[in-house]
């Protein structure tokens, strides 16, 4: 590549395509190892790249919290700027020599299991919602996608962002085939043909990949398909937690309030550990009214009898 770019240079593929490309490639490196800190340094981004690229690293590191079980602390470091009359001199052997520059961390978040799942859906929730006013908006109000692969995702964002896991338990199985069809797409990413051609004085490159689902012009399909992955992601883990303890009858969740404690103690963050444990105490207050009801009318009247 390097020997046919010169100086001009055009990329020819929309921003949102460079963030999921960033987001599949932290979120590859960090589920093939163990790691406890992860530091973005955007000092050298222009452009859209520094927002695009915190934005898909802070959604990768709280995907993999979850995943992982255990926090994870995420970080973005920016220096001062380069002095102009400093610039490097270069030596003979191609090595230069750089000025000490001051290094300032702008951000810093531990991403926890507990609190995780609130942030993908917030964060993923707020892309699907834009996704579907820009793609209503180029197509003079229709959306031509997959209604149900948007529909899914709409409702795991809101479950996720409030801790509404009957809700989310019910559509295990649209979880799990989805899940399928967007980790099967992101790996097309690493195979997507890349073409290089000559466009005057400008080495031209271009990227041609596109999801297979939730599609539509202007490349906004491509952040779409980064918050779909984290959704499913993060809601397969979650149902996998409580497998085998989940009945689903005409759309209705049978949940045992011992599965329903366990994933709000391990996913929900402050705020909906306290409202679920408030459910949960009304649902055991009811429970218990109908056994004392129950146990009165019968085993008392029996007694007496």
């Known amino acids: 590549m390097a020997s046919i770019i010169d100086t001009k240079l055009k990329f020819e593929a929309k921003p949102n395509l460079y963030q999921l490309a960033v987001y599949h490639s932290v979120y590859r490196a960090l589920t093939s190892g163990d790691y406890d800190w992860v530091y973005l340094d955007t000092t050298h981004g222009i452009n859209y790249m520094p927002h695009l690229a915190s934005e898909a690293v802070r959604l990768a590191v709280h995907v993999y919290a979850v995943r992982r079980g255990r926090p994870i602390e995420y970080v973005t470091v920016n220096s001062d700027p380069y002095p102009q009359r400093e610039r490097p001199t270069a030596k003979p052997q191609g090595q230069s020599e750089v000025p000490n520059l001051t290094i300032y961390e702008t951000y810093h978040e531990t991403a926890t299991p507990q609190g995780a799942p609130g942030v993908v859906g917030a964060l993923s929730l707020d892309i699907l919602k834009w996704y579907v006013r820009t793609t209503s908006r180029n197509n003079r109000g229709e959306l031509h996608v997959d209604e149900e692969a948007l529909r899914l995702g709409l409702i795991l964002g809101v479950s996720l962002r409030d801790a509404l896991y009957p809700v989310m338990l019910s559509l295990g199985d649209e979880i799990g085939r989805y899940r399928d069809v967007v980790v099967s797409d992101l790996g097309r990413l ?116």
């Open 190 to 305: 690493d195979t997507a043909p890349v073409g290089v051609r000559r466009d005057g004085d400008w080495t031209v490159v271009a990227h041609t990949y596109e999801p297979s689902i939730l599609r539509s012009s202007g490349g906004i399909m491509y952040r779409a398909a980064m918050a779909m992955h984290a959704l499913l992601e993060v809601a397969h883990k979650l149902v996998e937690d409580v497998r085998g303890e989940v009945m689903v009858v005409n759309g209705s969740v049978a949940l045992t309030i011992d599965a329903l404690r366990r994933l709000n103690n391990a996913y929900g963050n402050i705020t909906n550990r306290a409202i679920v444990e408030n459910e949960i105490a009304k649902l055991q207050y009811v429970e218990n009214d109908v056994n004392r009801d129950f146990m009165s009318k019968h085993v008392g009247s029996s007694t007496g009898s």
